[in-house]
């Protein structure tokens, strides 16, 4: 089983939807998670950080982890042409953990239609 | 806003060449890495490092790979002897401490092995 699983997509969706992106890891020792959008050719940008379990919200962004699933989720509210580009959860159980190193899933490619 | 700089945007090298890539991470950070992503495939990590050495590498960090921080300010990324399956997106990534695990990324250097 891979460390990290993200649906590649694409997922396309009409403007103003709801979006909702997901993960799933096996590594108990995870603790902090992230998401980062990433356009073409550009480095990966940081939208969300949670630690631990528990729901976190920034604008139209809602982080979700569910430490007890290995489950996490991030929704879009109100989706906008500007949001199309491809989002990666990353994922790591900090310095002194067996999982210090931050890995990523490999992306889900998202398509907001006008 | 403070960011990671990577220079240069692009490079172009035959194989059996030396390279290295540029990077200034944020000022006040601690930890930094370098991640490389191949066209199409998930951001993959190459090593950490702090306190002037590294801290853990991969398995794709092999003894053709060596990372350095000549001054208080550049952390570079050599290859010693590039290959064709070189060619990549590498991106250099920096964190202010482990406490909050918030990885901020460069745009990245797109190196072309040829």
């Known amino acids: 089983q891979k460390e990290v699983e993200q649906d590649p997509g694409p997922l396309s969706v009409p403007e103003g939807a709801i979006v909702s992106l997901n993960c799933t890891y096996s590594?108990?020792?995870?603790?902090?998670f992230m998401w980062y959008r990433q356009y073409s050719r550009k480095g990966p940008e940081l939208l969300m950080y949670?630690?631990?379990?528990g729901n976190k919200e920034d604008g139209r962004f809602t982080a979700q982890v569910d430490k007890s699933s290995k489950y996490i989720s991030l929704f879009i509210r109100d989706s906008q042409p500007s949001d199309s580009a491809t989002y990666l959860c990353?994922?790591?159980?900090?310095?002194?953990?067996?999982?210090?190193?931050?890995?990523f899933g490999s992306g889900t490619r998202l398509s907001i239609r006008p | 806003e403070p960011e990671v700089t990577q220079t240069p945007s692009h490079q172009v090298t035959q194989m059996g060449q030396e390279v290295i890539l540029r990077c200034v991470p944020i000022?006040?950070?601690?930890?930094f890495y370098w991640y490389r992503q191949i066209l199409g495939q998930k951001v993959e990590f190459l090593v950490s490092?702090?306190?002037?050495?590294?801290?853990?590498k991969s398995e794709i960090f092999d003894d053709q790979f060596s990372v350095e921080r000549p001054d208080g300010s550049n952390f570079t990324l050599k290859i010693r002897s590039t290959k064709l399956e070189d060619s990549a997106m590498y991106f250099c990534?920096?964190?202010?401490?482990?406490?909050?695990?918030?990885?901020?990324f460069g745009s990245g250097t797109q190196l072309s092995v040829l």
């Open positions: 990353a994922m790591s159980g900090g310095w002194y953990s067996s999982a210090s190193k931050i890995i």
């Open positions: 590594n108990s020792a995870f603790q902090y």
């Open positions: 949670t630690y631990s379990s």
């Open positions: 000022s006040n950070h601690l930890y």
């Open positions: 490092f702090y306190n002037n050495e590294i801290s853990e």
């Open positions: 990534a920096s964190i202010r401490d482990r406490v909050e695990e918030k990885l901020f």
